[in-house]
């Protein structure tokens, strides 16, 4: 038991001290900051790093992006998610296992990255908000989990039920199935929200317009491409000391949603990460 608190105390430094570090650099000067000064403490506390990104207009929009592709994005995917995942789940579906198979396909083969941009600017998408949210609308694993789901919670007699009492499949789907599937909502809208949220690379692909940029990629433009400083040496430095900092103070900002929403979720994501996972 000793040795068990142990592995868990030491895997919690491991993943807590870089957290720490990242909020005290956040709070530090830009000098200490590139000096390698700042550990779990900040050096010569100031908030210019919070004021620089929070006054910067391409972090704000970017920001707000983001905020746009995670809420539209996950409401997008989670409705995809269910339409699929519903009828799939019923016996009666012609075709079913063929559709299963289908499904299972793509979590094995993908067309790549050159035949999906391809489809994307075939369908007009290019530098458009839909480009970044249709293409990763569905996610193969979050259909197989609430395809579990529904076979496994939803019993057999509840549909019968319905069907006695006059009750279409829609208004079983939305009055019955939904409101006992909040446990599985929950986890794929927390999976999908996250990645949407963390995504930079689909935007780096589709987007040229710098107002659609999403917060990810802006901090990676914070980071590679305006890391370049002034005409002179000191102005060089003293840019690069401030693009360390604000790099920090930037993480601690994109950060912030994900941490107010997981509360509010996380009652859920113990049971839903237990779906199907017992027959009885």
Sequence with gaps: MVGVYILLTTFL???LVPLINIVASSFSSP?????????LWPVDFTLIGYEAVLTSDA?????????FYA???????????????????????????VLIGGVLFTMLFSGGLIPTYMVVRALGLLDTRWAIILPAAIGAWQVLIAMTFFRSSIPGELYEAAQLDGASD???????VLPLSKPLLAVIALMYGIGQWN?????LIYLRSEELYPLQLVLRNVLIVNNTGGTNLADQMAAEQ?????????????????????????RHFTKGVMLGSVKG
């Design 13 to 15: 430094l491991i993943v």
């Design 31 to 39: 000098a200490a900051v590139s000096g390698g000064r700042v550990f």
């Design 59 to 67: 972090i704000l929009t970017g920001f707000g992006n983001s905020l």
């Design 71 to 97: 809420v539209v994005g996950t409401l997008v995917s989670v409705a995809l998610t269910v339409m699929i995942a519903y009828p799939l789940s019923r016996s009666e579906l012609v075709g079913r296992k």
């Design 170 to 176: 829609l208004r079983f789907l939305w009055s019955v």
């Design 199 to 203: 995504s930079y690379f689909s935007a």
């Design 242 to 266: 401030m693009a360390d900092l604000m790099k920090f103070s930037l993480i601690v900002v994109s950060t912030v949603p994900v941490l107010l929403v997981y509360p509010f979720v996380a």
